[in-house]
């Protein structure tokens, strides 16, 4: 069983917008409503500098098996030192501690960055990803009730912060 993190490139946009694109079909965790194709995700694949912004995969036998990447927390410059992390493993790889070694890669890689906060908002209930988040280093620090809605339904999300 060979694990490899590495930074993505754009071969593995195919991949990458595939394990996306399970979660905005199936799951609450994101807000997007509508899947993706590869040109309609290069936008965001191209924000990453591998600096401030970043897109670690994880390879399992030589299979995209999932990924962390951090990105703009608000287009406005005074937020330039705020990054937002998430994570998103393909549902096969869910619970073996993935997210954990993708995390435990990437966010050393940012405290070398001219970086101060991470933010992870995560939609609730989502037991699993706080769990993450909270061995990560991160706390709660906001709850805003039923601001997202999908599948019919509003939805809570949690701000966790962590220092960089």
């Not at 406005?76 to 705020?82: E, G, I, V």
């Not at 993708?102 to 970086?115: C, N, Q």
Request: glycine share 6%; proline share 4%.
């Amino acid at each position: 069983m060979k694990l490899t993190l590495r930074h993505a490139t754009r071969n593995d946009l195919p991949a990458l917008v595939a394990i996306y694109n399970h979660y905005v079909a199936t799951s609450h965790c994101t807000f997007d409503t509508t899947a993706f194709d590869v040109q309609t995700r290069l936008p965001w694949f191209a924000q990453f500098d591998g600096a401030r912004y970043q897109c670690l995969v994880a390879e399992h036998n030589g299979a995209l098996a999932g990924y962390a990447c951090t990105g703009a927390l608000k287009p406005k410059a005074a937020y330039a030192t705020s990054v937002e992390i998430s994570v998103y493993l393909k549902p096969d790889n869910i619970g073996g501690g993935l997210g954990r070694r993708l995390y435990d890669e990437l966010l050393p890689r940012l405290a070398s960055e001219d970086l101060h906060r991470a933010y992870a908002l995560i939609a609730l209930p989502n037991a699993a990803s706080i769990r993450l988040h909270e061995a990560c280093g991160f706390s709660k620090v906001a709850h805003l009730a039923e601001v997202g809605r999908k599948f019919d339904r509003y939805w809570d999300v949690a701000w966790y912060e962590r220092a960089l």
